[in-house]
């Protein structure tokens, strides 16, 4: 057993997320151009709510924090959620009018993806910090942030006012960057938020793309990803994940060590929810006390799962899966990237 944090005992939930919930409407007709992709399939989206249903899918108490709109698509999201096992007590419904956020995904070849955003008036983004339960953030042991619901006000006071709950009750809390730039009005405000965010963390994931825009007005024109690591841990930060795609990824802790591991291969369909797939089973490993080689490990054979799969919350796989993975993938038995 590897104990990087010390997780609070007793609580009543492993898991908590707040943020983004939203709809993926993903191409049916892969390997060409949205223009000419008349179906898709809805799938709930948003990289918490992904990662929240991966770690419900691993066995873990999960609860959600989120606002949905009072519309067939919320109803839609809550019920999912409530499916699978994913406490709901704090997800608030909108009366304003507000809609759901939707992504319409264009698969044109495996490595050729992009999303489609409407996001005017999102509901999601219109949680606010007193909508926000205390006891369910003091009864979790893990409080997940991601970055787009620091994008606007209020949801980015509801995001800032849970993390201080998280310091009250010792909940740790992570990090998941999810940079999405067509969220934000411009670098700076960017850069502000999430590190105003990050100083209040205990584990931090993202790409080095990512930490880049993180440090666009600090001091790291080399990209080292020890320099990135280490201007966290004079903050909370105990584990700082910088991940490299197909290149791997790499774990610092506060003693400067950098930890190692490889990706596996996969069969490619898409590479939507590669990073969401990948915290889950990180975030999973270290809250079961592996080392972090074979947290990021874990987190990666679940990544492939998933982009070899056409959606990314349906896809999320099962512990056993992703054992299972691995050892076809040790055994030679998957070889194509």
Avoid at 1 to 13: G, K, Q, V
Avoid at 291 to 303: D, I, N, R, V
Wanted: with cysteine; glycine share 10%; charged share 20%.
């Amino acid at each position: 057993m590897e104990r990087y944090i010390e997780f609070p005992a007793d609580s009543t939930y492993d898991f908590t997320a707040i943020g983004r919930l939203c709809i993926d409407l993903n191409a049916n007709e892969i390997n060409r151009p949205m223009e000419e992709t008349m179906t898709f399939t809805k799938y709930v989206g948003g990289s918490p709510a992904n990662i929240a249903i991966g770690m419900s899918r691993f066995g873990m108490k999960t609860a959600f924090i989120g606002k949905i709109a009072d519309d067939q698509m919320g109803r839609f999201i809550r019920g999912y959620l409530e499916q699978n096992r994913i406490h709901t007590g704090n997800v608030v419904t909108d009366r304003t009018g507000a809609v759901t956020g939707l992504a319409f995904t264009e698969i044109k070849s495996p490595t050729d993806c992009s999303i489609l955003m409407y996001r005017d008036n999102a509901a999601d983004l219109l949680l606010t910090a007193g909508e926000v339960q205390e006891e369910l953030i003091a009864g979790s042991k893990v409080l997940l942030i991601s970055g787009t619901a620091l994008a606007q006000s209020p949801s980015r006071e509801a995001v800032l006012q849970s993390l201080q709950y998280a310091q009250k009750h010792g909940t740790i809390v992570a990090f998941d960057l999810d940079y999405r730039p067509y969220t934000w009005k411009s670098d700076e405000e960017t850069a502000v938020y999430y590190n105003l965010a990050a100083e209040k963390c205990d584990i931090i994931l993202g790409t080095r793309e990512e930490f880049d825009m993180m440090e666009r007005f600090g001091g790291n024109p080399e990209r080292d990803d020890r320099v990135t690591a280490s201007n966290w841990f004079g903050h909370r930060a105990k584990i700082v994940v910088v991940k490299h795609g197909k290149e791997g990824s790499i774990a610092y802790t506060g003693d400067g060590i950098g930890h190692r591991a490889q990706s596996f291969p996969a069969k490619v369909v898409k590479t939507f929810g590669a990073g969401d797939s990948y915290a889950a089973g990180f975030l999973y490993g270290i809250m079961q006390g592996w080392t972090l080689t074979a947290c990021m490990e874990f987190g990666s054979a679940a990544a492939c799962i998933v982009i070899s799969s056409h959606s990314c919350s349906d896809a999320m796989p099962t512990a056993a899966q992703v054992h299972a993975y691995i050892e076809r993938c040790k055994a030679g038995e998957i070889e194509v990237q």
